[in-house]
């Protein structure tokens, strides 16, 4: 009706995969790359909601992750030469539902994403339900909330680093290590990992 162009592609799992959902996440990913190269496009929306950045937080926290992973999605991320955006990052699943359906525009559920052998799944149809009820009705705004602050400040800790790094680097390929333990502790493996 609006004459857009439409791209489809449809993927076959190998036949011995486990971790299925990143392997998914992985060939959508390399699609939208895909994609904004071969169109010349700058970016690629995606409908991300605050209910999936709170899943996502709560999944990273209970594997285990650190800081890094609980800043959860990022608003805006590269993609190659292109972007990641995540509009409706700040807006929760129900708004975009009612807003959907006062429009009365169409769209699809995914069958997968009640399927309760996906750990994701057990997060956002049992756990935060029950956080909710029993603990705080805003419990995915605070996630989300948790996300932004951890995002915010791994931003200013990377820019520590940076800095950090140059004060210990002796050549590209050489530290010193009297001088990087002279650095804040909290600084030694992100200057590592740079």
């Known amino acids: 009706r609006w004459r857009l162009p439409c791209l489809v592609e449809t993927l076959t799992p190998p036949a011995r995969l486990s971790?299925?959902?990143?392997?998914?996440?992985?060939?959508?990913?390399?699609?939208?790359?895909?994609?904004?190269?071969?169109?010349?496009?700058?970016?690629?929306?995606?409908?991300?909601?605050?209910?999936?950045?709170?899943?996502?937080?709560?999944?990273?926290?209970?594997?285990?992750?650190?800081?890094?992973?609980?800043?959860?999605?990022?608003?805006?991320?590269?993609?190659?030469?292109?972007?990641?955006?995540?509009?409706?990052?700040?807006?929760?699943?129900?708004?975009?539902?009612?807003?959907?359906?006062?429009?009365?525009?169409?769209?699809?559920?995914?069958?997968?994403?009640?399927d309760w052998k996906y750990s994701r799944n057990k997060i956002r149809h049992r756990l935060l339900p029950l956080l909710e009820q029993e603990f705080s009705p805003r419990v995915r705004h605070h996630l989300a909330a948790l996300a932004t602050t951890f995002r915010e400040e791994e931003a200013w800790l990377d820019t520590q680093a940076i800095a950090g790094r140059a004060r210990v680097q002796i050549a590209p390929t050489i530290l010193s290590l009297s001088k990087l333990v002279a650095e804040p502790e909290a600084l030694h493996a992100r200057i590592l990992r740079q």
């Open 19 to 114: 971790g299925i959902e990143a392997w998914a996440r992985a060939e959508r990913y390399r699609f939208f790359q895909t994609t904004c190269e071969n169109f010349g496009l700058p970016a690629v929306a995606l409908a991300h909601t605050l209910d999936d950045q709170a899943e996502t937080v709560l999944f990273r926290l209970l594997r285990g992750s650190a800081r890094r992973g609980l800043a959860g999605m990022p608003p805006v991320r590269s993609l190659g030469h292109a972007w990641i955006l995540r509009p409706l990052l700040d807006c929760t699943r129900q708004e975009v539902m009612e807003y959907v359906l006062s429009q009365q525009l169409p769209y699809a559920v995914d069958p997968s994403n009640e």
